[in-house]
């Protein structure tokens, strides 16, 4: 090579050098937008799924509140009514004491005694009864009330009202509110 050739070759190398730094910069240019798009769609879909997951876990939240509520309104009402069957079988012991008294005379001295004992025990039971919330319905001379009387029958009463509750066969029971057992009643009929 000789001397005139050496600038020359300079120049070319120079020039090529030139543009070699002009074309890199493309290329990495164009790396650089699709690496920063697949940036953005990255953080796009991390956003919906952080989104997703959020609501996901608002509805567990919620979910696990219903169950944890539905399991405490059962423990609730089992402890509340768990005695209902109990107290059920109860009721025709409170009724016989109850017949038992209907049926001795208050006036005899002689059953004077009976009569004492069976009040003691019939009462003794209604404390019992009160204690764990069995209440007694006694509708006597009430207007009826379908949802805690049955009418066994109706018989017409002149000095009644009309559809009025004019003998209890029965009394009912409500056990927490709940009707345990309706009072069995005779109501008067318009006549």
């Known amino acids: 090579m000789s001397e005139q050739d050496k ?7 120079a020039e090529v050098n030139e543009q070699a730094p002009r074309q890199e910069p493309e290329l ?5 937008e699709a690496q920063d798009d697949e940036l ?3 953080r796009e ?6 989104k997703a997951l959020a609501e996901a876990d608002l509805r567990a939240q919620a979910e696990m509140q219903n169950v944890r509520r539905r399991a405490e309104r059962d423990v609730e009402s089992a402890h509340k009514f768990a005695l209902e069957k109990f107290a ?16 001795l005379d ?28 069995l209440e007694q319905i006694d509708p006597q001379g009430q207007p009826f009330n379908p949802e805690h009387h049955e009418a066994m029958t109706m018989v017409p009463a002149p000095d009644a009202e009309p559809n009025s509750v ?10 927490n509110g709940r009707l345990i057992r309706p009072a069995r009643v005779v109501v008067s009929k318009a006549g």
């Open 88 to 103: 059920g079988d109860l009721l025709p012991v409170a009724d016989s004491l109850e017949r038992g008294l209907s049926t």
């Open 166 to 175: 004019i003998e209890v066969l029965e009394k009912g029971y409500l056990l």
């Open 28 to 32: 990495i240019d164009e790396g650089a």
């Open 106 to 133: 208050a006036d005899d001295p002689s059953l004077k005694p009976a009569r004492e004992g069976l009040e003691l025990t019939l009462k003794v039971l209604l404390d019992v009864f009160a204690r764990y919330n």
């Open 40 to 42: 953005v769609q990255a």
């Open 7 to 13: 600038p020359q070759q300079a120049h070319d190398e």
């Open 45 to 50: 879909r991390l956003s919906k799924l952080e």
